[in-house]
């Protein structure tokens, strides 16, 4: 949170413990245009519950923008992530948004690094899209 302070650029900031309470009750519906998780998926022990709630923050249209590589700390990761490599990683956040509801489409992009065919420094996104309201 002292990062955050420091951020002249920020009007407001929020430091929350997704975990312990998945909820961002403070903000109405449909209120954000994006929403990024920057390299902590692999530490929601909620994640359905935390892909709910963004969801109902998001706008129609709006998208949630979720980042990661193959590092962690192994003492905070999910099991399944522990266990499984970067495909993989990819198939858990898919699912995700795939078994929440109000997703209209999901991508998965590879940003990873690569030099002489050897991969560098992985990077992954996964992006959900919330539907659209209808007509």
């Known amino acids: 949170s002292k990062e955050m302070e420091l951020n002249k650029s920020l009007t407001e900031y ?5 975990n312990t ?8 519906d449909g209120v954000c245009d994006h929403v990024v998780c920057c390299v902590s998926v692999d530490y929601l022990i909620q994640p359905y519950k935390v892909f709910t709630e963004i969801n109902r923050i998001l ?5 949630f923008i979720i980042s990661f590589s ?4 192994f003492t905070k990761a999910i ?4 266990m499984t490599n970067d495909p993989y990683h990819l198939y858990i956040v898919s699912t995700y948004f795939h078994l929440t509801s109000g997703w209209s489409k999901v ?3 590879d940003l990873s690094n690569y030099t002489s065919h050897q991969l560098t420094d992985p990077l992954y996104l996964v992006e ?8």
């Open 128 to 135: 959900g899209t919330k539907e659209a309201n209808p007509l």
């Open 79 to 82: 099991f399944a992530w522990l």
């Open 14 to 18: 929020h430091v929350l413990d997704l």
């Open 70 to 73: 193959n590092r962690c700390f």
């Open 21 to 28: 309470t998945p909820s961002l009750s403070f903000l109405p």
């Open 107 to 109: 991508t998965v992009r």
């Open 59 to 63: 706008k129609p249209g709006g998208t």
